[in-house]
C-alpha cells in the first residue's frame, strides 16, 4: 500500500506543477502521511479516512489564504496606464468637427469628449477615461 500513497504523491505534485493553481498541492501532506502510516502497517480504511480528513482540513483551512497571498496584482501596461492620467488639450476637442488632439507624457493623442456634444478649449486639462483605437476619450 505504501507504493499507492507515493505514487498519490507523485499525482499530486505533477498536477500542481502543470496547473500551478493551489489544485492539489493540499493532498501532498495528506498522502506524505498516509504514506507513513502505510510503512507501519496501519489498517488501509484508517490511511484512507486519515487522507481525506487532512486533505478536506488543509483545503478548507489554508487554501483562501494562499489565494490572498498569491493573488496576482495586475499592472496595467501599455495604453491602459493612460487611463486615469490628465492630459492637456492642444487642439480644440470637438466630436462634431470630427476633431482634437491632447499632450500626454510627451506624446500627442487625437482625442474625443466623453460628451458628444461638448467642445473643450485649448490649454484644458483632461482625464483620459478610455482609448478606443488611437484615441483617448477624455472629461
Known amino acids: ?5 507515493i505514487a498519490i504523491l507523485a499525482l499530486a505534485l505533477l498536477t500542481e506543477a502543470f496547473t500551478s493553481d493551489l ?18 502497517n496501519v489498517p488501509v ?3 484512507i479516512l ?4 487532512v486533505g478536506l482540513v ?3 483551512s489554508t487554501r483562501p489564504l494562499c489565494k490572498k497571498l498569491l493573488k496576482n496584482k495586475n499592472t496595467k501596461t501599455n495604453v491602459d496606464a493612460l487611463i486615469g492620467e490628465s492630459a492637456l488639450v492642444t487642439e480644440e476637442i470637438s466630436n462634431i468637427c470630427e ?3 491632447v499632450k500626454l507624457h510627451g506624446l500627442r493623442w487625437s482625442a474625443r469628449a466623453k460628451d458628444p456634444d461638448r467642445i473643450i478649449p ?3 486639462q483632461v482625464e483620459v477615461l478610455e482609448v478606443k483605437g488611437v484615441k483617448l476619450i477624455v472629461k
Open 50 to 53: 486519515v487522507f481525506v480528513a
Open 45 to 47: 480504511p484508517v490511511q
Open 23 to 40: 489544485v492539489a498541492i493540499w493532498f501532498f501532506p495528506a498522502a506524505l502521511i498516509s504514506t507513513l502510516l502505510a510503512f507501519f
Open 122 to 124: 485649448v490649454g484644458t
Open 58 to 60: 488543509l483545503v478548507f
Open 99 to 101: 476633431r482634437g488632439e
Open 1 to 5: 500500500m505504501p507504493y499507492f500513497w
